[in-house]
Structure formats: C-alpha cells, structure tokens
C-alpha cells in the first residue's frame, strides 16, 4: 500500500512543470494563459433564431444574466454591467466581441435550461503590492 502511494506521488510530481526560483524566494510556475477566444468563423444565427434564448437567466452566484436583442445585434447584460455585444459561435455558444463573456445554453424540452457562463474577472492588487492577473469564473445558470 506504501508503494502504491509513494508511486502515485512521484508520477503527480513529474507532472509538474518546471518551476523557477530566484534570490527573493518566489517561485514562478509555467502556465498556459486562459483566455476567451472569438470563433474562427461565426454562425450566422438570424434575429428569430436568437429569440428562443431572449430572457433573463438566474446564475449560481445569485446575479442575473440577460440576453437581448437590438436590430440585428445580439446582446448579454449582466446585472450591474454594461452589455456585451455578442456572436454565436454555434447555434447555442455564444461568446462577447471583447472576449469578456462566453456562454453554452442549452434549450432543453420540459423548458429547462442547461448552461454555463465563462466570465473574463479583471487582474486585482495582491498584498505584496503585485497584481493577480486576469482569470477566467465559470457559472452555471438557468
């Protein structure tokens, strides 16, 4: 059992990228940036298409979400936010021209709504005076 242990121990550890340390004691750690990405190509979804998903969606964290529509141009607002001008990326992902939202909804049958909102927060002050910086939250609503 010991073995098992210690073998599953050195196989997470060689996962683990490279790390640096400089004269400060700080340890930087490689990784990849998450970002919200535009599609390559964006699905042209028409004005009566979109319409299935104009409402206003409750997230987990107790906050709204609202998608609408003006012309042709398709919106999401969050409450207490300016809105964002979006564009399908399929017929149900959706994703803001300032790369700040991207949302799955699912339009289920009995009326129910699976979904799922990646929101860009923006970069915040640490106590040592550096700068955590910008993540991706992802919230579940319906």
């Not at 059992?1 to 073998?7: Q, T, W, Y």
């Not at 004005?47 to 206003?56: G, H, L, M, V």
């Amino acid at each position: 059992m010991k073995a098992l242990v210690l073998i599953s121990m050195l196989t997470v550890l060689s996962a683990v990228p490279a790390v640096q340390a400089s004269d400060t004691d700080t340890v930087s750690i490689a990784a990849p940036r998450l970002r919200i990405e535009l599609p390559g190509t964006i699905y042209r979804m028409q004005p009566a298409e979109f319409r299935d998903f104009i409402q206003s969606y409750s997230l987990s964290d107790g906050k709204a979400l609202s998608l609408f529509i003006r012309g042709k141009t398709m919106y999401a607002k969050l409450q207490d936010h300016p809105a964002h001008q979006i564009v399908a990326a399929t017929p149900n992902t959706f994703v803001a021209l300032d790369q700040k939202l991207k949302m799955t909804i699912e339009l289920l049958d009995n009326g129910d709504v699976r979904s799922e909102l990646l929101m860009a927060v923006p970069a915040e002050s640490v106590a040592n005076g550096g700068e955590a910086g910008e993540k991706l939250l992802a919230v579940n609503f319906r």
